[in-house]
């Protein structure tokens, strides 16, 4: 898999299809008119695909992603060259670190 790839393995996909095409079956079911054993085919397609993706360990495809480094981009206003001021901070800050005003 790449890195910082939220692909998935194919055995994932595999359930993921599954489970999708259950609420296809489900939902088409239900409209004109309630076909109730075609809904219920839907629903046990839902819970094999949750099934398989149990089986396949499906939520080990998760990648966990540090926080990203962008560099604050400095943005001058055309008021800001007439003043002689600098619009906006020089460095960015983090809001989970920062106390609010008050």
């Known amino acids: 898999m790449a890195h910082n790839s939220h692909a998935g393995r194919a055995s994932s996909w595999l359930a ?3 489970i999708w095409i259950g ?5 088409v079911a239900l409209v004109p008119h309630p076909r109730w054993w075609m809904f219920w085919v839907g629903a046990g397609l839902v819970v094999v695909g949750g ?19 962008a560099p604050e981009e400095r943005h001058h206003s055309e008021l800001a060259g007439v003043r002689g001021e600098l619009s906006g901070p020089e460095t960015a800050t983090d809001p989970a670190t920062t106390k609010p005003h008050g």
């Open 23 to 27: 609420f296809g079956v489900g939902g």
């Open 16 to 18: 993921v299809i599954v």
């Open 51 to 69: 099934l398989i993706a149990a089986a396949v360990h499906i939520f080990d495809d998760v990648i966990m992603d540090g926080p990203r480094q």
